[in-house]
């Protein structure tokens, strides 16, 4: 019988750890043209799809790893870079990948040519999308925690991370940033409760779920 847990605090913890441990470095090794290439058009297309300055960029997007690789026994190519979104108290560890030669056959992929392969989500490719922000309703973590305890009507839910990204919500992005939570209501019975809420709008939900998932 395998055991799962799911959504526990201190997996997601360890996650947006290693995402941000290499905040300010150069994303590419020195030697990886390759990568320096698909780093120039990912900052590119990030900047033109969510009207981005450069200088916004710069205060607030900070890469910490990319590279390129193979997938699988495919011949496709991808690109892969992990980078910290920061806005306001709000810290968001994200990942985009895509793919930058389809087939052991085929040609790197100009900028041009990514755009409706980006646009479509092909070949498991995605890339950032947020709206420029400087300021968010809450004025800290803790405040906005409380605005979900409170959607929630339970204070057992605990901040899980700040993410531009979330899970079982559709769309799962949609720019905003949000805030996650977690929390235990009662073990014996393998019951907890999962939310979000929105930290521009202030919009959220919360529902009941299993802490423990048993295959």
Known sequence: MMVTKSLLPSTIAIIVTLAISSYGKQPCRDSDSLCFRYYKIWK???KDRNFLSEEYFQTHIFPTEAGTGPRGKSGDVDFVIWYKVKIDWAEMACYN?????IGEAGTYLTEKELVPILIKGA???S???MIPLEKL???SQEE???ALQEIANCDRLKFRAASLYVPGRI???DGYPYLLGW???DESENKCIVGYINLVTGEGQAHETVCVIYN
């Open 183 to 185: 929390g235990e209501i």
């Open 171 to 173: 769309p799962r992005v």
């Open 123 to 125: 070949y498991g490719s």
């Open 127 to 129: 890339i950032l999308k």
């Open 137 to 139: 309703k809450y004025s």
């Open 44 to 46: 590119d297309l990030v």
């Open 97 to 101: 990948q895509f793919v930058i030669k």
């Open 144 to 146: 906005a925690v409380k």
